[in-house]
């Protein structure tokens, strides 16, 4: 068994839907830390303590019970009471915590004492309401008015900054004594004779304006929430995986749990869709980019995820220049926020459409979602923001006129760098300078490229062959004029974009691994950029590195410039394939399999360290990445499709596969598989270098082929 890493240890996060609580191991939150319960990015609890007579509680053990459960257990050290001294380890204190609309907790004591005890437990509970983006930054400033009351045996606690306004209610119930409140705590005097218990429930409710977010009301059964009932739906529904690799079969199954986790509601037309958040806890929102992403590794396991991200980026898809938001007529949205700086419009995060490249995946997804479900009344609903979303590329994408997509901030709060790499300090030059915007990027020319022909696609299912092949012409003209500006002949590979002067930026790093998923790379090239990415300053072992261990500004412990993202390796790993390099491939998902082993539960983190692999080591996680992540959890499903091979024509009733088993994966099997409205069960073994497979069930019309 591998040794297991914990990613931000001694922190405890749990959520449903868009609420999260994060919490120290015991259970505590801490004002001056990124802690709290919060909702709707807005921090309504900031401070919790228990205590017995003051005295701390001592902390046996804590952990997560599901994604919206929690269960801290302790015990009591040495207190002195009004009867003498209790000894420690008399008491054991539970407690447990569920966020069912509100937060439900319930505290329950059991005196193993000899004797009957008796104290004053305490709770000090305190709301800052402050911003999520304050919170993270620790940099929080102090707003509007802020009231408590103590009335009926309920604390409610509200703040208004005109009309924003944020509330928590906290009601003792079902206790074996009656709560006070004084000097800023919730008290309770509670007396347990020998071998009895004590029991209390808190109930925290939430008020959002006029919204007001109950917890369900129970000591004794299971909590049941709309988030955790479709979560079972989603579990039901997607497409399962078996195999004699236990490790694995994990990983799958804690990325689907913590797929689950991250859905997000997406209302249209009266029905019900569902799309992925970006990560908990700080990404609990509608996310252009990495909603998409997460989609698009998803088609295969549950391709209902891009119908509703699909459908939801289209509600939201700017209509108007606006640089305070970065939005431009047809660009799809960065992000969409409901924190009180965005309310009061000190933040542009309502929606942000800072991103270069949400608009663009967006055309592929939607081409690639009609591959697997078929359905044409989608497509048409997608007519208008299609045709809005290529205009976009080439009037504002496109906005000097050279031929390739480049970004550049006009908002005063706007991200410097609007790719996928989106922090401050990731793009440089090879000496470790920082490159000035405006930026082309390297795979968002890819992008382009691979946008052009999806639309072609779908323009001829509507009959529109004219408007077809001027998308393939524009793709083929990329094609070509990128070839010609984009690649490094002396190294073998493409650069990393060019900058403000329309130079290549000669930086070695991950971005043109992408550029296979593409297809945009002439086959004879596409060997020396295979043979670059796995080179010892790009591969670490684990999967490859951001940036060249070369690079004057690599750092193997930095958020972009040298660590390793699950869902980078995934696309290319996806582009290996496709270009037809399956070792290569499998080589990517071993490594991002071999680091899921070490990691706790077998959850792939955003990003960890691109510290080499050794046999006496392991992956280092990075410091504050999400977890569980979207496109993290995505990879896992990405890297199984692209070892199979599987690519989907629901229009005309076919599967392809393309089945290539590496040796740490002997055999496996999926079921519960959809295309279009078929239902199908594959079964794939490894016979010495080959990889056999089999249909076990087919439900509905469907030809499978290699």
Not at 86 to 93: A, D, E, I, T
Not at 329 to 340: A, F, I, V
Not at 551 to 571: F, K, L, M
Request: glycine letters at 6%; hydrophobic letters at 40%; aromatic letters at 12%.
């Amino acid at each position: 068994m591998p040794t297991q890493v914990t990613v931000n240890p001694g922190l405890i996060t749990i959520n449903d839907g868009s609420l999260f609580l994060v919490t120290a191991s015991d259970g505590s939150i801490d004002d001056k830390q990124a802690q709290g319960f919060f909702v709707r990015d807005t921090r309504l609890i900031s401070y919790y303590e228990i205590s017995l007579n003051r005295y701390q509680l001592v902390l046996l053990a804590s952990s997560n019970i599901s994604h919206h459960s929690a269960l801290y257990q302790f015990t009591n050290p040495q207190v002195p009471t009004v009867n003498g001294n209790l000894p420690s380890g008399c008491l054991l204190v539970t407690i447990r915590r569920d966020i069912v609309g509100g937060i439900h907790e319930d505290i329950d004591i059991t005196n193993y004492y000899s004797q009957p005890v008796e104290f004053q437990l305490m709770l000090a509970i305190r709301s800052d309401f402050a911003d999520i983006f304050e919170v993270r930054a620790k940099n929080i400033v102090t707003r509007g008015e802020t009231a408590t009351t103590w009335k009926d045996g309920i604390l409610s606690t509200e703040y208004r900054n005109g009309s924003f306004v944020r509330g928590i209610m906290i009601e003792p119930v079902c206790s074996s004594s009656i709560a006070r409140y004084a000097n800023g705590r919730l008290m309770f005097h509670v007396v347990i004779p020998a071998g009895k218990k004590w029991h209390t429930c808190i109930n925290f409710t939430v008020r959002v304006n006029g919204d007001v977010l109950k917890p369900q009301q129970t000591c004794t059964m299971s909590h049941s929430t709309e988030a955790s009932k479709l979560r079972d739906e989603f579990l039901i529904n997607a497409t399962k995986l078996q195999s004699s690799h236990a490790g694995i079969v994990g990983f799958y199954q804690q990325a689907l749990v913590d797929m689950a986790a991250l859905r997000i509601k997406v209302e249209d037309n009266g029905h019900q869709f569902w799309m992925p958040a970006a990560g908990i806890p700080w990404f609990m929102a509608v996310f252009g980019r990495d909603s998409i992403i997460t989609s698009l590794q998803t088609m295969a396991v549950y391709h209902e995820f891009a119908r509703g991200t699909l459908l939801r980026l289209a509600q939201l898809q700017a209509t108007e220049l606006d640089d305070w938001h970065d939005a431009q007529s047809g660009k799809m949205l960065h992000e969409l926020r409901r924190d009180e700086l965005t309310k009061l419009n000190q933040l542009p995060y309502n929606p942000y459409y800072g991103t270069v490249d949400t608009t663009i995946l967006w055309i592929v997804t939607l081409a690639e979602a009609y591959c697997w479900n078929a359905d044409l009344g989608m497509l048409n609903e997608c007519r208008s923001p299609l045709k809005k979303a290529l205009l976009w590329i080439d009037k504002y994408g496109d906005f000097d006129g050279d031929g390739f997509v480049e970004y550049l901030t006009h908002s005063s709060h706007g991200l410097r760098n609007q790719g996928w790499k989106d922090s401050g300090e990731s793009m440089v030059y090879p000496n470790g300078k920082l490159v000035e915007p405006p930026i082309a990027l390297c795979e968002v020319q890819g992008y382009v490229y691979n946008a052009w022909l999806k639309a072609a696609l779908i323009y001829e299912v509507w009959g529109e062959k004219e408007q077809a092949q001027k998308l393939r012409q524009k793709a083929e003209e990329l094609y070509q004029r990128f070839n010609d500006r984009f690649w490094m002949e002396e190294e073998g590979f493409y650069c990393l974009g060019l900058d403000n002067n329309k130079q290549q930026i000669q930086s070695i790093a991950s971005n043109p691994g992408q550029l296979l998923w593409s297809s945009i790379v002439p086959e004879e090239r596409a060997k020396k950029v295979v043979d670059r990415l796995f080179q010892a300053d790009m591969w670490c072992g684990w999967g490859v590195r951001t940036l060249s261990a070369k690079n004057q500004a690599y750092n193997p412990i930095s958020y972009q410039r040298g660590s390793v993202w699950p869902h980078d390796n995934s696309i290319i790993a996806a582009g290996l394939k496709r270009y037809g390099y399956h070792k290569e491939a499998n080589r990517i998902a071993e490594g991002i399999f071999a680091a899921a082993s070490y990691f706790q539960a077998g959850r792939m983190p955003e990003l960890f360290a691109g510290i080499e692999r050794r046999d006496d080591n392991f992956p280092v996680p990075y410091p504050g990445a999400n977890i569980p992540q979207a496109w993290a959890a995505g990879s896992i499903f990405l890297l199984i499709r692209s070892i199979l091979g599987l690519e989907a024509d629901a229009t005309q009733q076919k599967l392809k596969v393309q089945p290539y088993l590496p040796e740490c994966l002997p055999d496996l099997e999926l079921t519960n598989l959809y295309v279009g409205d078929a239902n199908i069960s594959l079964r794939f073994w490894r016979e010495e270098e080959q990889t056999r497979w089999e249909v076990t069930h087919l439900d509905g019309e469907l030809q499978v082929f290699v």
